[in-house]
């Protein structure tokens, strides 16, 4: 450690500070990297802190875990307090999480964060919003909470509705949006390259280098010196039919035309999450998007697919969920657009 090094320490959040960079490491490694309450509060303190401290000129996020970045947040965690009658409090992890994701999307630095591995749900919330998002061959990036009875939340309705392959930059690929958003699908990283969910790809084994060598020689030449050419995208080279399938008007259209992708999924979040990313296409702001997915998170986690999806996937792990509906046109529309109208602020 250099004489100019501040350290801090938390549970499962470690930060210090070196030669001008803020380093921020993972270290919940049993359990992926899963994202507790107490995490997004001590990662939202470390960040507040440096915002406005002239001894950081960076921030850089790693993961402890050669297996993980972050596979998402403690979601069992939020369904406890939910049992318990807790909804409030629930709301709250929910609030706090958007909060830090608003302020990544929004930080004055740059924000350097190294997503090897899997990288999921919440994972994603606290590296695609950053200003230098790195992958490997062996990320694996997925929105999969249509599958426990959730919505595709952490501002994905801001940035899933504007991905776009290389060649067509600025113009939205808002079906292949839906495609990740509704069933869940796993990308690699050379796909998050092509899509703009992340911006370098390096060599798996360059992580722990790349690491270094931001702090040496600070992200813009660093990223350049372990850059590489990702392989060919795999969902570039499908996105015609992704776009025939799930670029239809209606959710119902979607559903009959990709019944092999959304088997399974909740029909309550298959509707939320479809009428949530059409919102999501409209807005301008991230913070916008985050304020309603919030509000829409109070609402989903009292309605009974929730802790229901849950329980099946990662308590009893039966994957045997006995959702509410039986289809998405049983769910009511209306009430979740009347949902979708209203806001809550976040805790900034």
């Known amino acids: 450690m250099t004489d100019t090094a501040k350290t801090g320490t938390a549970q499962h959040v470690r930060t210090e500070v070196r030669d001008g960079t803020g ?14 309450a107490q ?4 990662l939202k303190a470390a960040l507040d802190a440096w ?6 000129r960076h921030v850089l996020v790693t993961s402890a875990s050669p297996k993980a970045f972050c596979a998402g947040g403690d979601i069992r965690e939020v369904r406890d307090a939910v049992l318990a009658g807790r909804i409030e409090d629930a709301t709250q992890v929910f609030a706090t999480e958007y909060a830090l994701d608003c302020l990544i999307a929004n930080y004055p630095k740059p924000y350097v964060v190294l997503m090897n591995g899997i990288c999921m749900g919440g994972g ?3 590296s695609v919003h950053g200003s230098h998002r790195v992958v490997g061959p062996s990320t694996v990036m997925a929105m999969p909470e249509t599958k426990i009875g959730f919505f595709t939340d952490i501002g994905a309705s801001w940035f899933l509705p504007r991905v776009s392959r290389p060649d067509r930059r600025g113009e939205p690929g808002a079906a292949v949006g839906r ?3 509704l069933g869940g699908q796993r990308v690699g990283g050379a796909d998050a390259v092509a899509l703009g969910l992340a911006d370098v790809l390096v060599a798996d084994e360059d992580f722990e280098a790349l690491a270094g060598a931001v702090v040496e020689e600070g992200p813009v030449d660093a990223l350049a ?4 050419e990702p392989e060919p ?3 570039v080279a499908q996105w015609e039919q992704i776009e025939e399938r799930y670029g239809a008007p209606t959710l119902e259209e979607i559903v009959a035309a990709a019944p092999e992708d959304l088997a399974g999924m909740s029909p309550s979040s298959l509707v939320r999450t479809f009428e949530l990313l059409e919102r999501g296409a409209a807005d301008d702001s991230v913070r916008s998007c985050l304020e309603r997915e919030l509000r829409l998170a109070a609402d ?6 929730f802790a229901e999806g849950v329980r099946a996937v990662l308590v009893d792990k039966d994957n045997a969920p006995a959702w509410e509906h039986a289809s998405v046109t049983d769910v009511d529309v209306a009430a979740v657009r009347a949902v979708l109208d209203e806001k809550l602020p976040l805790p900034l």
Do not use: E, K
């Open 23 to 36: 380093h921020i490491v993972l270290d919940r490694t049993r359990q992926l990297n899963a994202l507790t």
């Open 51 to 56: 915002r406005d401290d002239d001894a950081v």
């Open 124 to 126: 994603m919330g606290i």
């Open 233 to 235: 995208s795999s969902v």
């Open 39 to 42: 995490m997004y509060r001590d």
């Open 225 to 228: 010196r372990f850059a590489r």
């Open 179 to 181: 495609w990740l958003a």
């Open 300 to 305: 989903t986690i009292a309605r009974p697919d």
